[in-house]
């Protein structure tokens, strides 16, 4: 049965992204995943009336409400558009041309989905309440996951919720889902998770701290779906290129596939050599600070009070060169 849930986003790392971005007067700030805008609203309650805040999601219903939430701020501006493409967009580039020439002062990524997409049914991201499997961050682009999961071979399906989900079954649940889908089962969130629990049967009292079997299933079919960790890292390396001398970028993640990109990148960015052996084969550029080499977790007080924040990182960079 679908029900709808409320629909509710909490900001994590709030007080961490607002400091370490360190808005200067008539800042202006490049918002690449503006979802309901909760991050967006902090900034601006520490900005002043000359900043301008640009603010990017691909999905329709985030800009939607983000309408809503900040539409009366005239600071705000708010783009359709995905944080791989937007760059080569002729409407951003007419707005930083006229707006930021020099560059932004902050840009924000914070990644992922958000508990709007996550918490409504009909966007099928969720085996909580039951909805039609769909999953796309843009509804209006693309194809929904029963669509996508019916024309995927074992190998590649098997593959993807290796890779994306660290799922050690993935070979069997991959056979189960195409099983189910071949016979007409798979047009609904319960029914890829069930097809799941065929494989790892979900215990009835669920222990504390343990998660569900489809967890990680749906994780994955959701990143490779939406091709989420495809472009990342150029598009943190490009990113970076539209901020000023001395801006900085935050980058929320929410999983370690997602941070160790996040990581590698930046550090790669401040030139720093990761590679086999001991030094690198030539010297890498410096081209930004790392504030927090370690990232920033959120604190203990946010985790008790907002449990799946637990697993978010904040890691800044500042532009050097
Ligand atoms: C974690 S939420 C952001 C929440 C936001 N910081 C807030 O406080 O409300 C991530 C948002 O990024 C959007 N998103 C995900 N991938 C994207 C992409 N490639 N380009 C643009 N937006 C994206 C999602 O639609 C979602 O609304």
Not at 76 to 87: H, L
Not at 106 to 117: E, H, K, N
Not at 202 to 209: L, M, N
Not at 240 to 264: A, C, N, Y
């Amino acid at each position: 049965m679908m029900t709808l849930a409320a629909p509710i986003h909490v900001p994590v790392l709030l007080q961490e992204v607002v400091a370490n971005l360190a808005l200067p007067p008539a800042a202006r700030v490049l918002d690449l995943t503006l979802g309901l805008g909760g991050h967006a609203a902090a900034l601006l309650a520490g900005a002043d009336a000359q900043s301008l805040y640009l603010g990017v999601d691909r999905d329709p219903e985030a800009r939607a409400m983000a309408t809503q939430n900040l539409g009366h701020d005239r600071r705000v501006s708010i783009f359709p558009g995905t944080y791989e493409d937007i760059w080569d967009a002729p409407r951003f580039q007419a707005w930083r041309a006229a707006h930021a020439p020099e560059g932004f002062d902050a840009i924000l990524a914070d990644l992922g989905v958000s508990t709007l997409q996550l918490r409504t049914p009909l966007r099928g991201f969720s085996f909580r309440d039951d909805g039609p499997l769909d999953m796309r961050m843009d509804p209006e682009q693309g194809i929904p996951a029963c669509v996508w999961i019916a024309e995927q071979t074992e190998e590649a399906l098997a593959n993807a919720i290796y890779q994306y989900g660290e799922e050690r079954a993935s070979r069997p649940i991959a056979r189960a889902i195409l099983k189910a889908s071949r016979e007409g089962r798979l047009d609904t969130t319960h029914q890829l998770a069930r097809a799941v629990y065929t494989v790892i049967p979900r215990e009835p009292a669920k222990r504390k701290g343990q998660s569900d079997p489809a967890t990680r299933t749906f994780q994955a079919i959701r990143i490779a779906l939406n091709g989420e960790l495809d472009r990342l890292a150029a598009t943190l390396e490009t990113a970076i290129t539209h901020l000023r001398l001395g801006g900085r970028m935050g980058v929320i993640s929410f999983h370690s596939l997602e941070d160790r990109i996040v990581k590698q990148t930046l550090r790669r960015l401040a030139g720093v050599y990761d590679g086999p052996g001991r030094t690198a084969p030539r010297e890498l550029p410096k081209i930004v600070r790392l504030i927090h080499a370690g990232g920033i977790a959120p604190s203990e007080a946010e985790a008790a009070a907002n449990p799946p924040s637990r697993s978010a990182r904040l890691r800044v960079a500042e532009r050097l060169s």
